[in-house]
């Protein structure tokens, strides 16, 4: 299974792919406030870290029929 599933792949896990979570431990790890913002077409689980950030915000891909949406 690929660390970044594509549209007709599961996920066999809800961590942060690949480097990630490594990543932000090390941006929490420095002490300055860190905000997270997740795009993505899945949840994610942060790895136990949300009382160690200041915020998070997830928002998800609008998917292929956005663009009917702004034609309004």
């Given amino acids: 299974m690929?660390?970044?599933p594509g549209d007709v792949d599961d996920?066999?896990?809800l961590e942060l792919p690949g480097a990630q979570q490594?990543?932000?431990d090390a941006v929490i790890e420095t002490?300055?406030?860190?905000n997270v913002?997740?795009?993505s077409g899945r949840p994610y689980n942060l790895?136990?870290?949300?009382n160690r950030i200041a915020a998070q915000v997830?928002?998800?891909f609008s998917g292929q029929d956005i663009c009917n949406f702004?034609?309004?």
């Avoid at 790895?47 to 949300?50: I, W």
């Fill in 58 to 60: 997830m928002t998800f």
């Fill in 37 to 39: 913002v997740i795009s």
């Fill in 22 to 24: 490594k990543l932000l």
């Fill in 2 to 4: 690929p660390d970044f």
């Fill in 70 to 72: 702004w034609r309004i």
């Fill in 31 to 34: 002490g300055k406030p860190v």
């Fill in 11 to 13: 996920a066999t896990s």
């Fill in 47 to 50: 790895g136990g870290v949300e």
